[in-house]
T-cell receptor, first 108, second 115 residues
Framework: GIQVEQSPPDLILQEGANSTLRCNFS?????LQWFHQNPWGQLINLFY???GTKQNGRLSATTVATERYSLLYISSSQTTDSGVYFCAVLDNNNDMRFGAGTRLTVKP | DTEVTQTPKHLVMGMTNKKSLKCEQHMGHRAMYWYKQKAKKPPELMFV???????INESVPSRFSPECPNSSLLNLHLHALQPEDSALYLCASSQDKYTTQETQYFGPGTRLLVL
């Protein structure tokens, strides 16, 4: 089945810093989503981005489908950005498969 | 409204108990999902309902029994669980399982502890 790899596994930042999270996938995809899981467990949709670039405030994402990777950019990070960021794709059965996540800690 | 609700938020049960988790959405979605998430791991798919019919069972033990009474509701019945079943159980919905260009929306989850 499709493999989804995220890096780095852990990231610690000082408030105000910028960061880039990466998601590599092993096969072509028609659907890729980025989620933020807050410390209470809620998964929040950030981007639906099978290709191209999108921006939403301090967050932006780029997916290069031909090279099988996606990047999530966080600028001017805040303590509320802490949590786990997941990349997820649909496999051949249209079932969602998650990467292992990047655990982000933003320190004040 | 992109809200998926789940009850209860927390549940503690013994290995001989029977309990149920509930999930509800009013977005008109026709696909609903149960995921299990262990600590420090990503969510893993357990069940998918498409148009109120179970379309996938990821070889989940029979002590977990899903039910989809109508297109807005999804239940997960629990019986004779083991301590290793303690996890966060997430419900999600999407417009249609077979449409690739769409988003899944997740509920806040139920934290289950089996003693």
């Amino acid at each position: 089945g499709i493999q989804v790899e995220q890096s780095p596994p852990d990231l610690i930042l000082q408030e105000g810093a910028n960061s880039t999270l990466r998601c590599n996938f092993s096969d072509s995809v028609n659907n890729l989503q980025w989620f933020h899981q807050n410390p209470w467990g809620q998964l929040i949709n950030l981007f639906y981005i099978p290709s191209g670039t999108k921006q939403n405030g301090r967050l932006s994402a780029t997916t290069v489908a031909t090279e099988r990777y996606s990047l999530l950019y966080i600028s001017s990070s805040q303590t509320t950005d802490s949590g786990v960021y997941f990349c997820a794709v649909l496999d051949n059965n249209n079932d969602m498969r998650f990467g292992a996540g990047t655990r982000l800690t933003v320190k004040p | 409204d992109t809200e998926v609700t789940q009850t209860p938020k927390h549940l503690v049960m013994g290995m001989t108990n029977k309990k149920s988790l509930k999930c509800e959405q009013h977005m008109g979605h026709r696909a609903m999902y149960w995921y299990k998430q262990k600590a420090k791991k990503p969510p893993e798919l357990m069940f998918v309902y498409s148009y109120e019919k179970l379309s996938i069972n990821e070889s989940v033990p029979s002590r977990f029994s899903p039910e989809c009474p109508n297109s807005s509701l999804l239940n997960l019945h629990l019986h004779a669980l083991q301590p290793e079943d303690s996890a966060l159980y997430l419900c999600a919905s999407s417009q249609d399982k077979y449409t690739t260009q769409e988003t899944q929306y997740f509920g806040p989850g139920t934290r289950l502890l089996v003693l």
